[in-house]
Nanobody, 122 residues
Framework: QVQLVESGGGLVQAGGSLRLSCAAS????????MGWFRQAPGKERMFVGT???????YYSSSVKGRFTISRDNAKNTVYLQMNSLKPEDTAVYYC????????????????WGQGTQVTVSS
């Protein structure tokens, strides 16, 4: 089992920045692909980005160039640095983990955090 705990969400003005953290415990973190997803009210959960076990990263077109995923395997933590935030980035952000290759498909992730709210005001 893997436990994931997100933190770092909050309220920020448009154009601002936030850094989300996702702390993992229970298994060897370095073997896992880590994904970030988000869900706005009334909408389905959407892919944001993912980091493979070898630090390859992939992003959705809506966040590419603004968001950056990094991971610290020594701390069992993955980060989502969000810059130039827009009101449409408002959502609950979730991190997820899976063994194997990174993927953009939410149902292929085995473990999920509880989510952290990000609100971007205009």
């Amino acid at each position: 089992q893997v436990q994931l705990v997100e933190s770092g969400g909050g309220l920020v003005q448009a154009g601002g920045s936030l850094r989300l953290s996702c702390a993992a415990s229970g298994r060897t973190f370095s073997n896992f692909a880590m994904g970030w997803f988000r869900q706005a009210p009334g909408k389905e959960r959407m892919f944001v980005g993912t980091s493979s076990w070898n630090d390859d990263t992939y992003y959705s077109s809506s966040v590419k160039g603004r968001f950056t995923i990094s991971r610290d395997n020594a701390k069992n933590t993955v980060y989502l640095q969000m810059n130039s935030l827009k009101p449409e980035d408002t959502a609950v952000y979730y991190c997820a983990a899976r063994e194997g290759l990174a993927t953009m498909t939410s149902w292929e992730y085995d473990y999920w955090g509880q989510g952290t709210q990000v609100t971007v005001s205009s």
